[in-house]
């Protein structure tokens, strides 16, 4: 909750450019967890063959829908900024 209301505070930022380098490092952030917890439960998978515990394929599970979340989050922030910024700067033909 306090992830959402920090992404609408910065929504309203008046400097887009640090909407858009946040939201460029959320998609780093994401993209790193997504390599990290992935590695982890292929390294797993292929020195056991199979999770034991079903909770421990569960929160591989989990773990990847977050890092996908933060991802996509991130995505929404760098295209919300960049948009900003682009309609900031108006056209000299207009």
Known sequence: MRS????GLLSGAKNKKVITIV???MIVIGIG???AVGSQAADILSTRGVFGNPDLARSYFYGEYVFLF???A???L???GVVSMQRKKKPASQ
């Open 33 to 35: 967890g997504m390599i």
């Open 78 to 80: 760098t295209i919300f």
């Open 23 to 25: 939201g460029a490092v």
């Open 74 to 76: 991130g995505l929404a």
């Open 70 to 72: 933060v991802m996509v």
């Open 4 to 7: 959402g209301i920090g992404i």
